[in-house]
């Protein structure tokens, strides 16, 4: 749910090439891939094979493209939001169809939206608020198309809201909005696709679990939606249902939402994280909630985030993989499950080149 360019509650980090997939925490609904529903606190590689290109996670599934431009998914889907026209759960990836033009694809708590290379969007799942953005209120366990644009871009969910960043650079949302998470002045729930303001200029859009966050072309940060643990990160606990700035700052590169928190990271390699720290997911060594951005550290070599239910993960410029935060599933990759209030590295390695979050799990490519 965590996506960079997307995540999950989280996001989704686009890149055209491929390697080999990992995961690791929660699986008890076979959302890791590996064959089984046993939790797994170090990374272990889904397959063998290193033709994957892009993730993201869901709440309880995980969704991914190939270099080959097909889609592969797995874990729950008792809403149909695997895709795969049935509402069993897999434990192990299985394709969507037989289609190789699937581009960027993104997971909320039980719908998946993806984006074709034509420019096509297309959803399935759960859709009881109006999350897969087709003008009805029913599940699909089947991919279908919303609307029939064909300059989709970028596409992030929340837990029950999409949102999605056109080529002309608009902003369009639509789903479950009690919170304001849609950004259109109003509370009402939306099953069609709806703008944001009239702006042209929105670069990049993640979605937490109410609360949504967008990057613009000029590298300003705005957040919109559920702000009671000062996710929002204007100052305030105070919800929003339009885009306020998050300070003045022109350099930030990448956002991504967690449930209750938003990290990002800026041009100049610096880290900073706000909203809900209960377990220490915003990374700055205490577990005390912050209402704006504070600097996660002082080094300036931090590449992607994503963020969870309460934890985070990042990459480093060197290729090397950190985490924090909750825990008690082994989300963190550590090769435990107690809670970590700063980073820590997974492992050892250098080349790990992507990282997503489901809920209580963690995806990456390395």
Do not use: E
């Not at 965590?2 to 080999?20: A, C, K, Q, T």
């Amino acid at each position: 749910m965590s996506r960079l360019i997307s995540g999950g509650v989280n996001g989704s980090f686009y890149r055209g090439y491929g390697f080999g997939l990992w995961v690791w925490g929660q699986n008890t609904q076979g959302q890791l891939g590996d064959g089984t529903v046993a939790n797994k606190s170090s990374p272990v590689q889904v397959g063998s094979l290193t033709n994957w290109k892009q993730a993201d996670g869901g709440n309880y599934h995980t969704v991914a493209i190939k270099t080959d431009g097909t889609l592969w998914v797995w874990g729950q889907n008792t809403q149909g939001q695997l895709g795969d026209g049935t509402i069993a759960a897999r434990s192990s990836p299985v394709q969507v169809g037989s289609l190789t033009t699937w581009k960027q694809v993104a997971g909320g708590r039980s719908h998946t939206v993806a984006v074709k290379t034509d420019g096509t969007l297309w959803a399935c799942g759960y859709n009881n608020r109006g999350q897969l953005g087709d003008g009805t209120i029913v599940d699909k366990s089947s991919p279908v198309q919303v609307g029939s644009l064909t300059n989709w871009s970028q596409v992030a969910c929340g837990y029950s809201h999409t949102v999605v960043v056109k080529t002309d650079g608009t902003l369009w949302a639509w789903g479950y909005n009690t919170n304001g998470q849609l950004g259109d002045g109003t509370v009402a729930n939306k099953s069609s696709p709806i703008q944001v303001g009239a702006l042209t200029n929105w670069k990049q859009v993640a979605g937490g679990q109410y609360h949504t966050v967008a990057v613009k072309t000029d590298g300003t940060l705005w957040a919109w939606g559920s702000n009671t643990n000062g996710q929002l990160g204007d100052g305030t606990v105070a919800n929003k249902s339009s885009p306020v700035q998050v300070g003045s700052l022109t350099n930030w590169s990448q956002v991504a939402g967690g449930v209750f928190h938003t990290v990002a990271v800026k041009t100049d390699g610096t880290l900073w994280a706000w909203g809900s720290n209960t377990n220490g997911q915003l990374g700055d060594g205490t577990v005390a909630n912050k209402s704006s951005p504070v600097q996660v550290g002082a080094l300036t070599t931090w590449k992607q985030v994503a963020g969870g239910y309460y934890h985070t993960v990042v990459v480093k410029t060197d290729g090397t993989l950190w985490a924090c935060g909750y825990n008690n599933r082994g989300q963190l990759g550590d090769g435990t499950v107690a809670n970590k209030s700063s980073p820590v590295q997974v492992g050892s390695l250098t080349n790990w080149s992507q990282v997503a979050c489901g809920t209580v799990h963690t995806i990456a490519i390395k």
